[in-house]
């Protein structure tokens, strides 16, 4: 079932568990994402950045990810991740994208909020779901980087303001998470999570998950998160697990050989994710 990313996340919160948005590059990822929802009957979001829909093309992705969305037995919303480009915003609507996140947090408040509300607009008008973000979360999510010397955690004041001048119906905040790999181990800000949560009654949405402690997590999902972006882990997964079957077959040269450990191997670690997640059985 194709949903709007706000149907899942309102059941998240009130439910009080996260859905995880994984980011999809091409088939495999689809496939191993989808079947990982489908055998612990959890609700997911398939995520596609700008340099994703780049890669395979934002026909290609719509259709894999509606595809996919229309035949799971489980609620399944497709999602632009970090939008930053308006055009290519409208056209992920109109490709069938049922929740979309326009990313303008590196301008000054008033143009975050300027940019956030004409988005708001064309997309609910399509009956599509938004996700802005304030604050700046630093580290790289493919071609969006933000030096860690910039990164702003999220203010709860102008969290609610931003959420009542823009109407957006999910909102990322920087809470001390980072797109990539982390040198250290990341410590989140539990206090500003609540705070946030006390002033905004939308869904809230963690980015740079990959690489956070389970236990850090599973704090953080009560206090308000209620969608977790996990990029990087499986791109991790991914690359070892195409090195080790390669090692291991230096002679093979079938793709479907290749790919297919590889794709277990994702669905493993996304099946991790949502146990940490307890999104399991709240399809
Ligand atoms: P990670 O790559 O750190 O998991 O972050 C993913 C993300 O936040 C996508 O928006």
Not at 29 to 40: K, S
Not at 86 to 94: S, W
Not at 151 to 162: G, H, V, W
């Amino acid at each position: 079932m194709l949903k709007t990313g706000k149907e899942l996340l309102l059941d998240a919160q009130k439910n009080r568990y996260a859905v995880g948005a994984f980011n999809v590059n091409n088939m495999e990822i689809v496939q191993a994402i989808i079947n990982a929802a489908e055998e612990l009957n959890s609700p997911v979001v398939l995520q596609a950045s700008q340099g994703g829909l780049g890669y395979a093309g934002v026909e290609y992705i719509a259709s894999l990810g509606k595809l996919a969305g229309r035949n799971a037995n489980v609620p399944v919303a497709l999602h632009l991740d970090h939008g930053t480009d308006f055009k290519q915003i409208v056209q992920c609507i109109r490709h069938g994208f049922t929740s979309v996140m326009i990313d303008a947090s590196k301008y000054p408040l008033e143009e975050n909020i300027a940019y956030t509300k004409k988005v708001v607009e064309i997309a609910h008008a399509a009956g599509v779901t938004v996700e802005a973000e304030l604050g700046k979360i630093s580290g790289t999510e493919d071609d969006i980087s933000v030096d860690e010397r910039d990164a702003t955690f999220t203010d709860p004041d102008e969290a609610r303001y931003f959420v009542d001048e823009t109407d957006v119906d999910y909102l990322a905040i920087a809470v001390g998470t980072a797109h990539g790999v982390y040198k250290g181990e990341p410590k989140l800000d539990y206090d500003r999570i609540k705070a946030i949560r006390q002033k905004v009654d939308a869904p809230l949405v963690l980015h740079g998950s990959s690489g956070v402690p389970a236990e850090s997590l599973k704090k953080a999902i009560p206090l308000g998160i209620c969608k977790i972006n996990i990029d990087t882990d499986i791109r991790a997964t991914f690359a070892q697990a195409v090195k080790e079957y390669l090692e291991d077959n230096p002679d093979q040269i079938d793709p479907r050989k290749i790919l297919g450990p590889a794709t277990e191997a994702m669905k493993r670690t996304i099946m991790d994710k949502m146990k940490i997640f307890g999104s399991n059985n709240r399809a």
